[in-house]
């Protein structure tokens, strides 16, 4: 049996039976729904806040951004709410290995990029990286994955390797705005074999979730040290 006629026996007999005993449902709800190529239903995916220029939030980190002055400008997709579905969704993405996840929250986040004049001319996407015993515990960076979306989208290459994380930091999550800055302080370096493509040129530094955007900031400090023309940030969403 050809390639082609195995595809044709799996589509037409194995896919329904699969379907019929395992049948896709809404990540964030567990409901069943009628599209096995979605990963949400509709109402789940309705429920999750959108975000732009003029939402409190957005403006809140855009101020934390220009008193810094590292991130010439930001984009962002959705509201990360406690208990709403994309805190699941970020969760399964994180912590369970939902991989192919992170890739389809970075294509919304590409296309709302194709939208921003900043990001048109820029040379690389950068996952915030992961500690390398974190990295070892979790097996993989949730915001590769992202990347890797985002670059479906907008053709932007991503490079995995230009930055290092050397500080093992402990969880943001409980930390005000003062205690995550000395947390994240000096927690980055370049790899010194890629020094070289940083001259001059516009990198997008990517995470999930950006909360009060240190990590970002302590990122884009060590790349604007190092010759960086500009730094831009994208995330999934921003924490209210």
């Known amino acids: 049996m050809g ?3 195995l595809n044709i026996f799996r589509q037409t007999l194995i896919d ?11 990540l964030a709800c567990n409901k069943r729904i009628e599209t096995k190529n979605e990963s949400m239903c509709r109402q789940c995916w309705e429920s999750i806040t959108r975000v732009d220029s003029l939402h409190p939030t957005w403006i809140e980190i855009k101020s934390k951004f220009d008193a810094e002055g ?6 962002s997709s959705f509201l990360f709410e406690k208990e709403g579905a994309l805190q699941h969704l970020i969760h399964l993405l994180k912590y369970q290995g939902m991989k192919s996840l992170g890739i ?11 939208l921003d004049e900043y990001y048109a001319g820029a040379d690389y996407l950068i996952p915030i990286p ?22 479906n989208v907008t053709q932007i290459s991503v490079n995995n390797s ?5 500080k093992y930091t402990q969880t943001q999550t409980q930390l005000n705005l003062i205690e995550r ?17 940083i001259q001059g040129k516009t990198f997008i530094i990517v995470d999930d979730v950006i909360t009060t955007g ?24 921003l924490a209210e």
């Open 16 to 26: 329904p039976i699969l379907d019929f005993v395992f049948p896709p449902v809404c």
């Open 104 to 114: 389809k929250l970075g294509e919304e986040v590409g296309r709302k990029m194709l």
């Open 3 to 5: 390639v082609a006629q």
């Open 70 to 75: 590292f991130i010439k400008d930001f984009s």
């Open 130 to 151: 992961l500690h390398k015993l974190k990295y070892r515990e979790r097996g993989y960076n949730q915001s590769e994955f992202i990347c890797k979306g985002i670059s």
């Open 214 to 237: 240190s990590t970002i900031n302590s990122c884009a400090k060590m790349l604007l040290a190092t010759g960086a023309g500009c730094v831009l940030a994208a995330s999934v969403a």
């Open 181 to 197: 800055k000395e947390n994240i302080g000096d927690a980055f370096k370049i790899d010194e074999k890629y020094q070289y493509l």
């Open 162 to 166: 230009i930055a290092i994380r050397i």
